[in-house]
């Protein structure tokens, strides 16, 4: 698709319990820094217990897991800010789609995926705009909390706070060196929503840049809260991303969801009273 049609296309607009949004949601003006780690497989496999899906096994026998931070300056809603953990997973209960790194090197566009993806284990944002939308239509695990951040050349760091103690969750500071350039793809996820295994197609447009991180420190702390904790059962801060992508000229089209397998769905974390109260409005 060129870069002038990119977001023309048709448009949905659906009501949360904050206000309306289109989908696919449009994001205009994109900062990424996307840190790649492969963590035993074990480690993770215990994170996706209950979700019916399973982490794709690499050539070194471990997982793929990213910690990721956008710095969304221009969206079809507030701007605001985003981390993720995200794991590289495929549904049990479908077909193996491996090998699955010549997918993730040469397969650019989201539904030539096929059965791999990634499965989101945590999403704090910083607008109760962003939290709502994506709960209620996608169906993410998103928690609204501040996000303090400097992008600065190849220099970074971003932290995210415990929305209860306002003390760092996790901070992470790092430089990248002189990377190799390469196309964006698209982002394939999956996940629990509405008792199904839901796949989500993310449209991306940009150039990244593929760097080692030099001067990298990420710091856990001590907090209770369900990402420290699972930060801590992963042991990132011990470990070395093997690249860092960046970039700070990326568009994001988030498609809707199409329900691919039928799942009971895990309890989503994070419930929130005006949420709750509004999804029951929405099922009289």
């Known amino acids: 698709m060129s870069k002038s ?125 962003a939290r709502a939308a994506g709960r209620e239509i996608w169906g993410y695990p998103k928690f609204l909390t501040k996000i303090p951040n400097k992008l600065d050349g190849r220099k970074f760091e971003f932290s995210v706070l415990d929305p209860d103690t306002g003390k760092d ?9 002189i990377g190799i350039p390469t196309k964006s793809f698209d982002l394939v996820c999956f996940n629990n929503y509405r008792d199904s295994i839901w796949k989500i197609i993310v449209d991306a447009d940009a150039w990244y840049t593929n760097a080692r991180a030099k001067k990298l420190v990420m710091h856990v702390g001590d907090s209770n809260h369900r990402m420290a904790r699972n930060l801590r059962d992963l042991g990132l801060a011990e470990l070395k991303p093997f690249v860092i992508q960046s970039t700070d000229r990326l568009r994001i089209k988030l498609n809707a969801g199409t329900p691919i397998a039928k799942w009971k769905s895990p309890e989503m974390p994070y419930k929130y009273d005006l949420e709750t109260r509004f999804l029951k409005d929405k099922e009289k």
């Not at 217990?49 to 471990?62: A, I, Q, S, V």
């Not at 969750?169 to 990248?176: A, D, M, P, Q």
């Open 5 to 129: 049609n990119f977001f023309n296309v048709p448009r949905t607009f659906y009501t949360t319990c904050v206000t309306e949004t289109q989908v696919p949601m449009f994001f205009y003006d994109v900062s990424e820094r996307r840190l790649n780690y492969f963590v035993d497989y074990n480690r993770v496999l215990t994170m996706l217990e209950g979700t019916g899906l399973l982490p794709c096994k690499f050539f070194n026998g471990k997982a793929m897991v990213s910690i990721v931070f956008f710095q969304y300056r221009k969206v079809t809603i507030p701007a605001y800010d985003e981390v993720a953990i995200t794991i590289v997973v495929r549904p049990k209960m479908l077909p193996d789609p491996s090998p699955y790194i010549t997918k993730i090197l040469f397969k650019k566009r989201g539904a030539s995926w096929g059965n791999m993806g990634v499965y989101i284990l945590e999403m704090p944002v910083t607008v109760p705009e």
């Open 169 to 177: 969750i996790v901070s992470i500071k790092g430089e990248t060196g």
